[in-house]
């Protein structure tokens, strides 16, 4: 069992849509990381959360830290919204710094 | 304000070939990764280091060596490459705060390797 699980794996949404992806781990973090990837592209941090939930624009990440569970929210979805959007943990205590991630959801907007 | 710099960004390699993928950072991060991506796989880590001089194993490091001569740099190399090596290499870097904790991933471009 993967200790990073995201859901859906493949999203197909009409613009204007709201939109959610969820993530639940099953180690002990410390963060939890939330990046997208343009078809193609590189990788950017969206959102670094440790509790409560965030807001950027028309993106919103909230954590459960009892639950283990993250979601990410998209209001009014665009088409430059698709790309693969891909969950992080940090482990709680890891002495590298590394982050365990997502096999992602790939988020395909129509016009 | 380059941020984490991969070259080369694409390249094609015969069985057997060696080569050194190139990452290289401005943000004066102590902590350096590297990682591969598949297909149907979420990014698996290579080799790491926590500081200029050091590196450690990841989850995937068999057929890969890393070098961190200096704190910006840190090389990934390849001595004689398998076409399962055919991926997507990533390279990241982060700080680490007084309380211990890693702040600050910042991801390369990507470099795609096939070998056939």
């Known amino acids: 069992k993967n200790e990073v699980e995201q859901s859906p794996q493949n999203l197909t949404a009409q613009e204007g849509e709201f939109i959610t992806i969820n993530c639940s781990y099953s180690v002990g973090i410390s963060a939890l990381h939330w990046l997208q990837q343009h078809p193609g592209g590189g990788i950017v941090s969206l959102f670094m959360l440790s509790s409560g939930k965030k807001k950027h624009g028309r993106l919103i990440a909230t954590i459960n830290i009892q639950e283990k569970h993250s979601s990410l929210h998209i209001t009014a979805s665009h088409p430059r919204d698709s790309a693969v959007y891909i969950c992080a943990a940090l482990n709680y205590g890891g002495s590298q710094g590394n982050l365990i991630f997502g096999k992602g959801t790939k988020l395909s907007v129509k016009p | 304000n380059a941020g984490v710099t991969q070259t080369p960004k694409f390249r094609v390699l015969k069985t057997g070939q060696s080569m050194t993928l190139l990452c290289a950072q401005d943000?004066?991060?102590?902590?350096m990764y590297w990682y591969r991506q598949d297909p149907g796989m979420g990014l698996r880590l290579i080799h790491y280091s926590v500081g200029e001089g050091t590196t450690a194993k990841g989850e995937v490091p068999d057929g890969y060596n890393v070098s961190r001569l200096k704190k910006q740099n840190f090389l990934l190399g390849l001595e004689s490459a398998a076409p399962s090596q055919t991926s997507v290499y990533f390279c990241?870097?982060?700080?680490?705060?007084?309380?211990?904790?890693?702040?600050?991933?910042?991801f390369g471009s990507g470099t795609r390797l096939t070998v056939v």
């Open positions: 943000m004066n991060h102590e902590y």
């Open positions: 990241a870097s982060s700080y680490r705060n007084p309380r211990r904790q890693n702040y600050g991933y910042t």
